[in-house]
């Protein structure tokens, strides 16, 4: 494995001499920045982080680290909420200089990217043939679409249109041997590896190139805030839309607690302060038929309690509505200076009972979940604001914290929905899997790295991996 | 009974699939009959459970009876298992609407050729905890493990649901339909023969199914009045299409990269599972 008695020093001016010595970094000041993600309260400093220009300059990084047996992390933004991208003592590739869009056809509703262009970057560059990038994570502004394909990300209008597997057509990677394999979705034969790939957070190898798919842009687009007097309501509200068919383009939930931290900072999107929960609900489509929809969504709002559903009166209106919702996460930024970003999914009819568990659990641990999340998939994001040097305050979030991900696994639910598992979520892996489906799970991590270089430490828990002896895992006395 | 097995293992659902692919060189059939039937539904999450062996026409009773379908449809017949159409990711003519097996499934129960149980995925619509062990043995095969139980995505029928056969539109015109903003589920150019077998014989016929509110589709409806003569068919109509037009399936035909024959050898290192179907040895 690491090779500690190769000198940084050295390693850093052949790592320079391909890619050019100020894109590598070694000095523990310039580290710094590349010390955390998104995810608050963990720091761990790369050995040195090195910044290729080029598809071919990335592999001849990887090939030079795998000379050596050296670790090794792929960044993108850093924009990720699960510790995935953090290198302890290993490699950090950042890939956001690799931001070459290289083909859009609009035929095929189909673009080329490199690893590092962002993803609005994408949909802007599509906007001219009247299409667009449809996965859009709250960091779209800043996000790279290699990050995204990696963590499998997801985003509000996902209940539509799919998460990022169902956006990806192809992967050129570089494994982390250094040899370079093209994925494909296996549909002229072959293993679905890049199934397997997309959401893999790095531990599979980096990808140098990407097919996506773009989608047409819709005719019409309604959105409409619906404001409720209790957060079951709201939640209610949204399993009856599910259940009666009706495929909002978004369906998202804010409750009153993320309404104030919206409304007090500079995003004010002029939600009701008193409500106690809003839905902001877009339908999208053909203009046909589009007036319909909205008035069943508003109809079962009604019927489920809401007292008002307002509806965007135009682009700006729209826009502003948008705002609240993508940005609160940074206007929560004023309540304390750190806050949890959680994610997990839970069955939809259970929303409503899961939402006053959360809040049950927050008031016993006294902390402040703030919940604002993908309601039409039953994608939770609770979220606690604090203090991360208070200690008292840092144990009470993290105990609380640790209740509720229990809560959804019980429900029948999942860990995460689209942060990834990355280190803040190792703990539950092993509630949430059996010992031979994790075990599963690091087979298919050997035959991308069998010597799990890449993003070492991360996704599944080390000591789930039974030693691969080459012989079956035969249990009960089962003899082959 | 995988990890018992000495040798090969032909895994067999209905039997739809069996004249598929190279020969295989097994000495047992693992028959799945025992891994049929609904195993939990909740319709207001729309998602269902069901064991591998139970049949697209049984999934499409049950959740009909709720409004809902699995939208998948694939090539072939309804007697098939859905086990069968994931394991060898049969998609249909409304895949590029409303998905392809990889798109629609959540999770699967499988027994690996290690002989471990595998419980990959979950039940709920959105999952990206561990390594995506669920697309890997979509499509597979069952080269990899042997899928028991799946949990499937279900969607809810479109309120308006029609079946039209278009006669004489020109191809270009029908195309700026397709990619439209009225898009269909599913738009098919007819030939001779199954245009007859559907009880009409117009040359250059398609068949268009259209979901979605009322309003959406009778615009889409008048549309289509513009570029050829429509007729309603019955949606029955499909079932027909998807058995007649059915493509040969490319089991034996695969790109076997070193990075599959790894991934083979490391889930099924003793080679007991559906041994020769994909031609592996040959590569």
């Given at each position: 494995m690491a090779d500690a008695a190769l000198p940084v020093e050295s390693l850093a001016a052949e790592l320079g001499a391909i890619v050019g010595a100020r894109h590598v970094l070694t000095r523990p000041s310039t580290l710094l920045a590349y010390e955390s993600d998104a995810l608050p309260g963990y720091h761990k400093r790369p050995r040195l982080a090195v910044f290729p220009g080029s598809q071919d300059e990335l592999v001849a990084v990887v090939r030079r680290l795998a000379k050596d047996g050296l670790p090794f992390v792929a960044r993108g933004a850093g924009t990720g909420l699960s510790g995935g991208a953090l290198a302890d003592d290993a490699v950090l590739i950042g890939v956001q200089r690799l931001r070459r869009i290289i083909a859009i056809d609009a035929e095929a509703r189909t673009a080329t990217v490199e690893p590092g262009v962002v993803n609005a970057t994408l949909t802007r560059a599509a906007a001219a043939f009247g299409l667009h990038y449809a996965p859009d994570p709250s960091s779209q502004a800043a996000c790279t679409l290699g990050g995204n394909v990696a963590e499998n990300a997801g985003g509000p209008h996902c209940l539509k249109y799919g998460v990022t597997l169902n956006h990806v057509l192809r992967a050129h990677v570089v494994l982390p041997d250094g040899e370079l394999v093209t994925l494909d979705r296996g549909d002229q034969g072959g293993y679905d590896l890049l199934g397997a790939f997309v959401g893999s957070e790095g531990c599979f190898g980096i990808a140098t190139e990407l097919t996506l798919k773009l989608t047409p842009n819709p005719e019409a687009v309604l959105t409409m805030l619906a404001d409720f007097t209790s957060v079951a309501a709201a939640a209610e509200a949204t399993s009856r839309m599910i259940a009666a068919g009706i495929v909002p383009a978004a369906l998202e939930l804010m409750d009153q607690a993320t309404i104030r931290a919206v409304e007090e900072s500079i995003y004010a999107a002029g939600y009701p302060i008193d409500a106690a929960a809003v839905l902001l609900v877009e339908v999208?489509?053909?203009r046909a038929g589009l007036e319909a929809d909205a008035n069943a969504v508003s109809e079962i709002c009604r019927a489920a309690g809401a007292r008002e559903v307002?509806?965007?009166?135009?682009?700006?209106?729209?826009?502003?509505?948008?705002?609240g919702r993508k940005k609160a996460f940074g206007a929560m930024g004023r309540v304390a200076p750190h806050l949890v970003v959680q994610d997990a999914v839970v069955p939809r009819t259970q929303l409503a009972a899961l939402l006053n568990d959360i809040a049950s659990i927050g008031e016993r641990h006294g902390v402040r979940v703030c919940n604002v999340f993908h309601a039409g998939d039953g994608n939770l994001h609770p979220n606690i604001p604090?203090?991360?040097?208070?200690?008292?305050?840092?144990?009470?979030?993290?105990?609380?914290?640790q209740q509720i991900m229990t809560r959804c696994i019980d429900a029948g639910g999942t860990i995460t929905g689209e942060h990834g598992v990355g280190l803040d979520k190792l703990p539950y892996m092993?509630?949430?899997?059996?010992?031979?489906?994790l075990?599963?799970?690091?087979?298919?991590?050997?035959?991308?790295?069998p010597a799990r270089r890449a993003n070492p430490g991360k996704v599944v828990p080390l000591h789930s991996c039974r030693e691969w002896n080459g012989l079956p895992a035969l249990r009960g006395g089962a003899s082959s | 009974m995988v990890r018992d097995a000495s040798g090969g293992l032909r895994i067999r659902g209905a039997g739809t699939w069996m004249h598929v692919g190279a020969p295989v060189i097994a000495s047992q059939e693992l028959h799945l009959d025992a891994f049929a039937g609904v195993r939990r539904y909740t319709p207001g999450d729309l998602t269902i459970s069901v064991g591998a062996a139970t049949t697209l026409a049984e999934l499409d009773v049950t959740t009909r009876a709720q409004g809902q379908w699995c939208p998948l449809l694939p090539w072939g017949d309804d007697r098939g298992t859905i086990g069968a159409t994931l394991a060898t990711a049969t998609t249909g003519p409304f895949a590029e609407a409303l998905g392809r097996p990889r798109d629609l499934v959540l999770g699967v129960e499988c027994v690996d050729g290690r002989g471990?149980?595998?419980?990959?995925?979950?039940?709920?619509?959105?999952?990206?905890?561990?390594f995506d062990l669920t697309r890997l043995m979509i499509g597979s095969w069952g080269t990899l493990g042997v899928i028991t139980e799946v949990h499937l995505r279900l969607r809810a029928r479109p309120s308006a649901d029609v079946t039209l056969m278009v006669e004489g539109a020109a191809s270009e015109a029908m195309r700026r339909f397709v990619h439209g903003a009225l898009p269909p589920l599913a738009a098919l150019p007819l030939g001779e023969g199954i245009a007859r077998t559907l009880g009409h014989a117009g040359p250059g016929s398609w068949l268009l199914r259209l979901g979605g509110n009322a309003e959406q589709v009778a615009a889409a409806r008048a549309a289509l009045a513009r570029l050829g003569a429509c007729l309603e068919l019955a949606p029955e109509s499909w079932d027909i299409v998807r058995r007649e037009l059915a493509p040969e399936p490319r089991a034996a035909s695969w790109p076997w990269t070193p990075l599959m024959q790894r991934v083979r050898a490391a889930f099924d290192p003793r080679g007991v599972l559906n041994p020769g179907l994909l031609a592996e040895r040959a590569a």
């Open positions: 999208d489509g053909p307002k509806r965007a009166s135009d682009a700006a209106a729209r826009e502003k509505l948008w705002q604090y203090d991360a040097n208070d200690a008292d305050e840092s144990a009470r979030v993290h105990a609380a914290m092993e509630r949430l899997f059996t010992a031979d489906t075990d599963a799970m690091c087979t298919l991590r050997e035959t991308f790295d | 471990r149980i595998v419980r990959a995925g979950g039940r709920v619509v959105k999952n990206v905890a561990g």
